[in-house]
């Protein structure tokens, strides 16, 4: 099959800009959009203990307010993962987000009043629980005896063009408070079917702060940058040295030992493109829009429009 020439180059306009969003602004200095660090530094299982008793990780961590994600797309997750970051950064709460499904709920019951528990959770189906979620639903309908102290807030996602809209959110939003649960800011939803969830979210969010601030008195600290991560300069690490990454996308790269040119090719199994070219479109100082081809002929993907595009440059 002939290929035709825009399936051969592809051809992507970075402007300095984009670049240094991705370089500066995306890796360092933007923490609260690092899905993979939490508000604390934490990655997911956090602080080396890999415990499925979320009661214990919460101990051993030090943390004191938790963030479950109910969530089959991710907005859920994303949303904890940006909340997470302000409670810490204007509460200074030792925040925690955690996926229900890498936990086990039977002792939950045991939750410290100390730690206050965000549910960001969304619907699904006949109003059912994203998969991650089924669990906990379950133990909350048919085991949790008592939450007497459980403190919690709950933000239903959903889309009131479906019959249930919504129907997680408010059963949560209910049955702990019917378990004896104490509700610290008021329960919020998103409507994903107007458009407004982002909207939503924002102002959940701004009356959960209130709460914070007036019922529950917490200090709000000045906001001043603090970055999620640390750069370390290692004058004694070469690119030669095993433990160097140079952008390889996974370790079965890095051994050699699958062939890569070989597709299906998808985000876990990126195609290693050749740059055919690379040309520099302004002639100042100031600004820089780099013309960049990718040759993809072997590859049999063809290139369409991303909505976002990441680059990584390697020597
Ligand atoms: C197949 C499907 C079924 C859905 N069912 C419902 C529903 O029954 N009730 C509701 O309020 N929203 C429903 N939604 C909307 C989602 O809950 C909403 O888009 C939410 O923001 C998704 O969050 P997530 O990205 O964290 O998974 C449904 C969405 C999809 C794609
Ligand atoms: C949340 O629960 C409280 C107390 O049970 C109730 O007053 C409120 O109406 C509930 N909100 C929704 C949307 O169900
Ligand atoms: C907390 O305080 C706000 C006012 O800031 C109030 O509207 C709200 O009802 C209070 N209680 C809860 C559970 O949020
Ligand atoms: C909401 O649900 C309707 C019906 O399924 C769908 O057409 C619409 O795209 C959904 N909105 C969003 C933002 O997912």
């Given amino acids: 099959m002939a290929l035709d020439s825009l399936d051969l180059y592809v051809v992507i306009i970075l402007t300095l800009s984009v670049a240094a969003y991705f370089a500066k602004g995306y890796f360092f200095d933007k923490p609260e959009s690092t899905g ?13 203990i890999n415990s499925r008793n979320i009661l214990e990780v919460l101990a051993k961590n030090n943390k004191n307010a938790l963030l479950l994600f109910g969530s089959q797309t991710g907005t859920a997750e994303d949303y904890c993962n940006k909340m997470s970051k302000e409670l810490s950064s204007r509460f200074g709460l030792h925040t925690m987000v955690a996926d229900f499904a890498d936990y086990d709920w039977e002792k939950f019951e045991e939750i410290k009043e100390e730690t206050l528990v965000f549910f960001l959770m969304a619907t699904y189906g006949e109003g059912e629980p994203t998969d991650n979620a089924i669990e906990f639903m379950e133990y909350l309908e048919n085991e949790a005896d008592t939450l007497s102290s459980l403190r919690f807030t709950v933000f239903g996602l959903g889309n ?8 997680i959110g408010r059963k949560l939003n209910t049955t702990l408070e019917e378990k004896g649960a104490e509700r610290f800011a008021e329960y919020g939803e998103g409507d994903d079917g107007l458009g407004t969830l982002d909207e939503d979210f924002l102002s959940w969010k701004d009356n959960v702060f209130d709460s914070l601030r007036n019922n529950l008195s917490l ?27 140079l952008g390889e996308p996974n370790k079965k790269h890095i051994a050699g030992d699958v062939d890569l040119t070989k597709g299906p090719f998808d985000h876990t199994h990126p195609y290693i493109a050749q740059i055919t070219a690379t040309k520099e479109l ?27 595009f990441g680059c990584l440059a390697t020597e």
Avoid: M, Q, W
């Fill in 36 to 48: 993979f660090l939490n508000a604390d530094g934490g990655a997911g299982g956090v602080g080396g």
């Fill in 160 to 167: 009131s063009t479906y019959e249930f809209y919504n129907a």
């Fill in 219 to 245: 200090e709000e600290k000045e906001l001043k940058y603090e970055p999620s991560v640390k750069v370390i300069e290692r004058d004694d690490l070469t690119k030669d040295d095993n433990s160097v990454s």
């Fill in 282 to 308: 302004f002639n100042t100082k100031e600004r820089s829009c780099v013309h960049v081809e990718f040759d993809l002929s072997d590859s049999n993907l063809k290139y369409t429009t991303p909505p976002a």
